[in-house]
């Protein structure tokens, strides 16, 4: 497995280059509710989110340098990490799920984080899948995690994107309620149904929250951390504003 290496340096530096050109470049806004911080530091916290978009880290990374001022780490797949190695640098540390060795290899160094008192990321479903895809499938790692640390804190994290009336897309996270002890005396496959059932109500809560919006999460309750760049449609439609204005003007 690749292991985390992070550098303080380098996260501030893409920090910056993440807000400032790829999320604004590719996105129309970015909204967030809830606590991404539900305990007092120190204490561990596995963080369970759905996984529909490549975006899914920078994503995350963004709400957690803006939000948290804690180390956050995060599992991701040892080929796109291989593919991105920049990303162990911000925290991210491989899993390989070729083969049940690699797998708990990176199992045990998650549980070494939260032992610390470190926040652990994971995506339950192992890969990337469409966002409508149900139900929610889940690997045993999470519930293995839980075993290992009942004290743990699991908090549901869901993502949704969603394309209406601009040409880049809208992203939002919800921060659900933290859980404890629910997979506690239960088998391993019961704690990973419970918490497949658990992140798929949140989720559909969230896609109604969007559908609401209309294709964005009500700003009522969801706090903006990014408003993208310009699109060619929100370019045009200001053109067209103006060209109506000075035609009003002249008394055409």
Known sequence: MIQAQRSLRFEKIFALYNDRYLLRRNFHSFGVRGNIDPVAEGRPVIYLMNHSSWWDGLVVFH???????RKHYLMMDELQMKRYPFFRKIGAFSVDKTGARSVMESLRYAEDLLKDGKPVWLFPQGDIYPLERRPLKFSGGAAYLLERHPEAVIQPVTAYYSLTMHQKPDV??????????ECDDISRKEATSALERMLEMQLEEHRKQVIAGNGRASETDFRSLLRGNQSVS??????????????SFFGR
């Open 63 to 69: 709400a957690v340098m803006r939000l948290s001022s």
């Open 172 to 181: 939002s996270l919800f921060f659900g309620c933290p859980q404890q002890g």
């Open 234 to 247: 929100d370019t045009f439609y200001g053109f067209k504003r103006g060209v109506a204005k000075w035609s």
